[in-house]
Structure formats: C-alpha cells, structure tokens
C-alpha cells in the first residue's frame, strides 16, 4: 500500500468549527489526484459518486439545474447510457459510468413504460444500490465508513418516523442487518442495542430540538469516527479518504447563510462546552470497540 508522507504532512489542520473554507472538494481533488497512485484513485470513487447520482437523477427527472462538476460522469455518458437502454442498444462503453447505473436506468424505464411508481422514492432506490456498492470497497476502511454513514442515516430515520408515526419501511435504505432490524423490529433500541456501540448517541442527538443543531452533532459524531479510526494510518489512503469527508463537511456548513451559519456554529462550540467531557469520552471509548 502506497504512503504519502509528504502530502499527507503538507495538509493544514481542519476542524468542524473552521468558519474558513481551506479546500474546496473540488481544489482539494485537483491537488491529490497526480500524487496517488491508480489503484488509491480508485478508492475514492464512490465519494464522487454521489455527485454522479444527483447528476443522473436530474437528467432523468428534467431538473433544470447546472451539472455538477464534481461528478466523474459527464453529461455525454448518462445522455448515451439512457438512449442505449430505451432503445435497448449495446451498452456505451464508458470506464466511468458506476456498475449500478444501468440497473437503476432499467428500473426507471420500465416504471415509466407502465406508469407505476416504486414503493420507496427513486431518490432512497438510488442511494440503497449506491451504498451497496460503496460499501462493498474492496478498503476497509472506506467500506465501514459507508456502512457506518447508512446507518446513521437509516437510525435517525426511524426514530422520526417512530415519533411521527410513519412507516418506516417505507424510509430505511439498504439491505444490511441493521436496515432489516429497523424494518422489523419494534423494539426501543430495534434490537441493535447490543450490536452498535454509538446507538445511545445517536439517540441523544435526536432530542435536540434544534434541526441544525443536531446535523451540526452527527457530524461531530461521524468527524470523531473517523479521528479514531485513522489514527494509525496516518500517512495511508485512509487519511486522505478522511480528509476528504472533512472538507465536505466544511463545505456544506460553510455554504449555509453566513449569519446563520456563524450562530450555528456558537451554539454546537457553546453547547459542546456545556456538556461533560465525559460524553464524547464516552462516545470515542465506544468508537474503539467498533
């Protein structure tokens, strides 16, 4: 596996609260990309691939937005994947059109044909064949973040949908063991309890009554993750693919308003201090048992 001392040694330091955005996603990927080598650029494909499927979902649905530039498909392809699979032609053959993109397109096809709609959002079909193939990296590292990122996103689904009074079978994406519990399981812990070490967070988090608050603490909670899980790898893919992860997140908050995006970041630094030391000690001994 390759090291990258001097790169990795080069990167500022970054913290959630930074309210100045060092890297773009964008910069930071033009600055790395001739540093490592194929197989690691490979590895961080399916970060970019999410920006492929808001790309293929606006082509699909008409959406009149702009392309999004981060994406490793370009317009061309998912124009020529489309025509290929209507007109049921020889696929194009394209290195960078994601294995899962011509199952979803089928499925998409054939709904319209019949006028049908699915039992989940097209959005969720897409993110439960995107996860599936993102988790099964052949890195670790990048495979557990995956599968932690689902199933976080899924927990925090369900406990909404179990104080709203929703199905939740109708919201969990994916096809894990922690996704069949949550569908099935009527449990308070839906039976995870003893299965996912950072689920009383989790918990916690979503009693805050703050909606930007409590993405703000799922970050903290996904940003300690991935401190704990590199610690050992400093100069490795991992802590590139982490750095990476960071950057997004900064990039999100810091494209907030900026008034609004300055108070939500004094309340999570306040509320942060207020809090024992003891729960994110709590939480980062859990994350070691992970």
Avoid at 54 to 79: C, S, W, Y
Avoid at 86 to 113: N, T
Avoid at 142 to 165: D, M, P, V
Wanted: overall charge negative; hydrophobic content about 40%; charged content about 30%.
């Amino acid at each position: 596996m390759s090291k990258y001392y001097y790169l990795i040694s080069g990167l500022p330091d970054i913290a959630l609260d930074n309210t100045k955005q060092i890297y773009s996603i964008s910069s930071f990927r033009h600055e790395i990309e001739g540093a490592l080598s194929g197989h690691d650029r490979d590895l961080l494909l399916p970060f970019f691939r999410k920006f492929d499927n808001q790309n293929l979902l606006a082509f699909l649905k008409l959406k009149n937005q702009p392309f999004d530039e981060r994406a490793t498909v370009d317009a061309d392809d998912i124009a020529e994947l489309y025509a290929a699979l209507r007109d049921e032609e020889k696929l194009p053959e394209s290195k960078h059109i994601p294995p899962y993109f011509p199952l979803f397109v089928k499925e998409y096809l054939a709904s319209e044909e019949k006028d049908d709609n699915p039992l989940i959002s097209w959005e969720d079909r897409l993110s439960a064949l995107y996860y599936d193939y993102a988790i099964k990296s052949p890195n670790r590292f990048i495979s557990e973040w995956f599968e932690l990122s689902l199933n976080i996103g899924n927990i925090l689904t369900a406990i909404n949908c179990r104080n709203h009074k929703l199905d939740k079978t109708e919201y969990i994406v994916g096809d894990n063991e922690v996704a069949e519990s949550l569908r099935t399981s009527n449990a308070r812990d839906f039976g995870l309890g003893e299965t996912l070490d950072y689920l009383p967070e989790l918990f916690r988090i979503v009693d805050e009554p703050n909606l930007m608050t409590r993405e703000r603490k799922t970050d903290l909670l996904k940003w300690i993750w991935l401190d704990e899980q590199t610690f050992f790898k400093t100069f490795d893919i991992e802590t590139i693919f982490a750095y990476l992860l960071r950057i997004e997140m900064i990039e999100r908050w810091t494209s907030l308003d900026k008034t609004k995006g300055e108070q939500t970041f004094r309340e999570l630094v306040g509320a942060v201090k207020r809090e024992s030391a003891g729960v994110l000690d709590e939480f980062k001994q859990n994350t070691k048992m992970m």
